[in-house]
């Protein structure tokens, strides 16, 4: 599924009440509309940000919650997340073997892992 389709998801059926000016506006400001729409969300559903906005579902979309699609890291010297088969996997490279624990064709997104910060005290 594209970003765009998953904005008009989450929109459902209020998408085709929003002006195409508006839906243009949702599809390049991820998903944010001019505050005049907000009678079409309640209030559990509602995220604001000054004079727009969007459905809740649609928080972290602006980095899709920190994973890169694709099938291969830039940089395979590091250990990764990785979404495949439905789920989340730890993985990593190794220079003699390749990837480990996932083959890297099931793979639709990954993430790095980040190091740790060592404790302050």
């Keep these: 599924m594209t970003k765009e389709e ?5 929109w459902g059926e209020n998408w085709s009440k929003i ?19 907000e009678d ?8 604001r940000k000054l004079f727009d906005v969007r459905p809740k579902s649609l928080q972290g979309i602006e980095n899709n919650n920190g994973w890169i699609k694709g099938n291969e890291p830039n940089v395979p010297n590091e250990s990764y997340f990785v979404f495949a088969f ?13 990837w480990l624990y996932v083959n890297r064709e099931f793979v639709t997104h990954f993430q790095p892992i980040e190091k740790p910060k060592p404790p302050i005290y």
């Design 19 to 37: 002006s195409k000016e508006n839906q243009k506006k949702a599809l390049k400001n991820n998903g944010f509309v001019s505050q005049y729409y």
């Design 86 to 98: 439905g789920g989340i996997y730890e993985t990593f490279y190794d220079e003699k073997l390749g």
């Design 6 to 10: 998953k904005i008009k998801e989450a």
């Design 40 to 47: 079409l969300l309640s209030k559990e559903t509602i995220c």
